[in-house]
């Protein structure tokens, strides 16, 4: 089972302060989606407001077909893991596994065995008393094996090292594989987590900026490069989302389609054309006016 999320005009207000600002957005079941968005670019509001935490001051949200606030036959489908303070969890990773088994109705045990084996948790000690690390690891291994056709990660894996998030990020490719549901990643790890992303999101000051395919996104700019004379002259008039400098060899990141023509044509030049990075369209749309 996968969930369909669409929002309407979504606004969320914090007194005066207005986190989110009319969003719209329809995001079809059964992928993966990156979102994107600068530090208070309002991640985690959209994402709590998926996972009905509150309540937005305007607009809709509707989860699988169906207004999801206050929805327990659809929240119940709904699994949104963040960063929380576990440091009073008086509970073992197991007993703690088992109650969140009893509220998922596609919990699997054997797989959540499975992965506390895999992430190398300690059976025997406190939730509270694991690391940082571990205790992201755990709400991975709550998320994946909770099954939840809508599941939702907000910046979990940011006390992971890197060898543990690489096992997650297997992880999550092979079992969307085989039970295809909806995921929501939020990141700032974007370089790390591009290739997992079917879709991309990005808001930015409480507003929406795109919703777009990674791969449509990526193929929307190009890199080029080669001897700086010439890398120059062929991005006269192109968007530069970045540079490098090496010597006497350059390669600049441009924000514009480049037809087989044009990549022919910058190929006889000598130069080399690769795609572009999500990081930095990323950087460059989100990107402070001087
Ligand atoms: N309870 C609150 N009262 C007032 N303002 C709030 C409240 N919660 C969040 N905000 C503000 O809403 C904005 C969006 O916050 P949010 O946590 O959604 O951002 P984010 O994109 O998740 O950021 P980060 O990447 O830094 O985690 C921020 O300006 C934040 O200060």
Do not use: C, W
Not at 32 to 41: E, K, P, T
Not at 257 to 263: G, P, T, V
Request: charged share 25%.
């Amino acid at each position: 089972m996968t969930f369909d999320v669409e929002l309407k005009n979504v606004s969320l207000q914090y007194k005066d302060f207005k986190a989110l600002d009319n969003v719209s957005l329809k995001l079809d079941g059964g992928k993966i989606y990156g979102l994107l968005g600068r530090n208070g670019a309002g991640k985690t509001t959209l994402l709590s407001l998926l996972a009905a935490l509150h309540k937005q001051t305007q607009g809709e949200i509707e989860i699988g077909g169906e207004p999801s606030f206050e929805n327990a036959g659809i929240m119940q489908h709904v699994a949104f893991l963040y960063e929380s303070d576990l440091s009073y969890e008086y509970e073992y990773v197991n007993a703690m596994l088992e109650i969140v088994g009893r509220y998922r109705p596609n919990f699997d045990a054997e797989y959540a065995d499975y992965l506390v084996k895999r992430f190398k948790l300690p059976t025997d000690k406190y939730v509270k008393d694991l690391s940082k690390g571990m205790q992201s690891a755990l709400g991975v291994t709550m998320g994946l094996a909770s099954r939840a056709p809508l599941t939702i990660f907000d910046e979990v894996y940011l006390g992971m090292d890197a060898p543990t998030r690489e096992i997650f990020y297997q992880e999550l490719l092979e079992d969307q594989a085989k039970h295809p549901r909806t995921f929501i990643l939020s990141t700032h790890l974007v370089s790390e987590m591009d290739y997992l992303f079917d879709e991309v999101v990005i808001i930015d000051k409480g507003k929406f900026v795109l919703h777009e395919e990674y791969e449509a996104l990526v193929s929307k700019g190009a890199s080029i490069t080669g001897s700086s004379e010439v890398v120059d002259e062929f991005v006269i008039g192109k968007t530069r989302l970045s540079e490098q400098r090496l010597g006497n060899t350059k390669s600049v990141m441009i924000y514009e389609y480049l037809d087989e023509a044009r990549r022919q044509e910058a190929i006889q030049s000598g130069l080399e054309v690769g795609p572009i990075s999500l990081q930095d369209l990323f950087i460059y749309l989100t990107r402070e006016e001087a």
